[in-house]
């Protein structure tokens, strides 16, 4: 019996596999030529990632069941939701320059408005206003003042003297016919008195709470709302790091003034922070603002030109990450840095240490022993060594409690804002930075950074290599909080 030979079966056309040659997949992906460079993973790094995983606490709630200690499963099982819940779902950032070019080129300012998604506004007149003796009475006589509107995103709203003031002179406008909306934060403003609530309420000020913590809406219990930001007729508007609350009364003096910076900006700049506010408020009331009492048509008489970056991780918008980043980036000759919560992840170290590297002059100044909150602190002190190894010079402030929010890069773009220099702030919080691109401005934050760096003690890395066991055991402690600090 003949066979005949076995003919291969040619598959349909569209069953059979597209092979890529090798040159065409390599030109699909990203530009070779600015590796990013990643720093090396410390081993308490992967054991920290561990313990802060999901699956890590439901493997431990499966192991209390298998050796009968069933009575702890529930816990661990509870622990599991929470890392869930409260960690930031984002995979890490990646900053790729494909060309070089400094702050002082026309590329940075275009590349910050395209990643931003804002354009860097003309027609501006700021002021910088130092410490409560300087901002709280400019507040004042700017809301007292208000004819048409104000509208306020707050994460602090405290009950406190100042406080009590604000919400007198907001009463008295609402009173007038001046239309008065206030956001607050749930959980940065959970002390507020019923009794200012009531006093706002009752002149016909509407008050609202940015996600306050419900069991519906625990999925998003951990985004708060950290912008501070007093609007007012839809022109002038205040914005730094200073909430409503005593504490930030005085000229930081003493430990029971607090070192803080906020800015009064008039102009076309006002309005995206109008904007924030707006989609925040109707995130949580479903009330879409409009008109010219909200959006008026302002002169541009100003000139100063002025960026108002607003970050967010509704959308994926993390801005204020991206923002650091990039001038870091960018920087040629110098970067100061004043921050009370200097937690920066792995990738911005690396790039502070490449910018250390090229010759940039890099210095920092943050909350010394005076921090409020020691999570912060220890989360800080832990990564300085790295930092201090790459030739940045690190100071902590003396005389107070240190809160100001700000970036000055090459003597000609800074940035104030509420934004933190930490996971929280750039992942997880509505945060709002405006930014400046004048030199005269720049200069004169630039001064003023240097006046707070002569009240500062500067870290030695011997000193903090000599740091003892307890200290360290503290650090790794915080650690396992690093991202909600």
Not at 24 to 52: F, K, T
Not at 233 to 256: C, E, S
Request: proline share 5%; charged share 20%.
């Amino acid at each position: 019996m003949s066979t005949r030979p076995k003919t291969r079966r040619k598959r349909p056309r569209q069953w059979r596999q597209i092979n890529f040659p090798k040159r065409g997949i390599y030109r699909l992906s990203p530009n070779p030529r600015r590796p990013i460079r990643q720093r090396a993973v410390e081993l308490w790094d992967r054991v920290r990632a561990s313990i802060r995983s999901t699956l890590f606490w439901v493997a431990v709630a499966a192991i209390f069941v298998a050796i009968g200690w069933r009575y702890l499963a529930p816990l661990a099982l509870v622990i599991a939701v929470a890392v869930f819940l409260f960690r930031p779902h984002l995979k890490p950032l990646v900053l790729r320059i494909d060309d070089d070019f400094s702050t002082d080129s026309a590329e940075f300012l275009s590349t910050l408005a395209g990643v931003s998604g804002v354009p860097l506004l003309g027609g501006n007149s700021v002021r910088i206003l130092n410490n409560g003796d300087e901002f709280y009475p400019a507040i004042l006589e700017a809301v007292r003042g208000a004819q048409f509107s104000i509208t306020m995103e707050q994460y602090i709203f405290a009950t406190s003297t100042i406080s009590r003031e604000f919400a007198e002179a907001c009463a008295e406008r609402a009173r007038a016919g001046v239309s008065v909306k206030l956001l607050v934060d749930a959980v940065g403003s959970g002390s507020l008195s019923a009794e200012i609530v009531r006093l706002l309420r009752s002149a016909g000020c509407e008050l609202r709470w940015f996600h306050p913590i419900r069991w519906y809406n625990l999925h998003r219990v951990n985004n708060r709302t950290h912008r501070k930001s007093i609007i007012i007729d839809g022109q002038i508007a205040f914005t730094g790091g200073a909430g409503l609350d005593d504490h930030w009364r005085g000229n930081a003096r003493n430990p029971n003034e607090w070192r803080d910076l906020q800015v009064r900006l008039e102009g076309p700049a006002v309005t995206p922070l109008q904007t924030g506010f707006a989609l925040n408020w109707l995130l949580t009331t479903g009330e879409v603002l409009t008109g010219p009492r909200y959006y008026p048509v302002m002169d541009s008489e100003g000139g100063v030109e002025v960026q108002t970056v607003l970050s967010s991780p509704k959308g994926d918008l993390y801005a204020a990450s991206v923002l650091h980043q990039l001038a870091i980036c960018c920087a040629r000759q110098c970067i100061y840095i004043t921050n009370p919560y200097f937690v920066p992840s792995n990738q911005t170290i690396a790039l502070l240490e490449e910018a250390a590297a090229r010759g940039v002059d890099i210095k920092v100044i943050v909350a010394g022993a005076h921090s409020d909150s020691w999570w912060a602190r220890m989360n800080s002190v832990r990564l300085y060594g790295a930092l201090l190894d790459a030739g940045v010079e690190i100071y902590e402030y003396q005389p107070s409690m240190l809160h100001q929010k700000t970036m000055i890069v090459d003597r000609i773009w800074a940035t104030v804002g509420t934004a933190n220099f930490d996971d929280r702030s750039f992942l997880l919080n509505e945060e709002s930075n405006v930014c400046f691109y004048d030199p005269d401005l720049v200069e004169q934050l630039r001064q003023i950074f240097f006046e707070d760096l002569a009240r500062s003690h500067r870290v030695e890395a011997a000193s903090w290599r000599r740091r003892g066991i307890r200290h360290r055991l503290g650090e790794m402690a915080a650690s396992l909080l690093q991202d909600q600090v």
